[in-house]
């Protein structure tokens, strides 16, 4: 588990590799079923009055997935991509109110 602060932007990178294994340049946002899950275990992912979760390339291949959480407890995130993952990609977060060292990264390889 991830240890995340409230109202604090967390990003992680991860990368997309094909059946070669070779990494996966051009997808945005829209390549990907993105859904995070608050404490409460309602999916808030780009909903309105929800949580902006972004996607964006920031190398070949290489993605950063980006949201603030608004509130304590428990979150967690998952990302499908119906080509390269579909099985999905994610991580569990416990939203505190103060963290010495954000670390940790989402389960993505």
Not at 46 to 72: H, K, L, M, Q
């Amino acid at each position: 588990m991830i240890y995340i602060e409230k109202d604090k932007l967390y990003t992680e990178e991860f990368s997309v590799l094909d059946e070669d294994n070779e990494s996966v340049a051009g997808l945005t946002a829209e390549d990907f079923d993105i859904n995070l899950y608050n404490d409460s275990e309602e999916n808030v992912a780009n909903i309105t009055g929800g949580i902006e979760v972004s996607i964006i390339e920031v190398e070949a291949g290489i993605y950063r997935v980006s949201f603030i959480p608004d509130a304590f407890g428990n979150w967690s995130l998952y990302i499908y991509s119906e080509l390269y993952f579909s099985t999905g990609k994610g991580e569990s977060f416990e939203c505190i109110e103060k963290v010495g060292e954000v670390s940790g990264g989402l389960i993505l390889n």
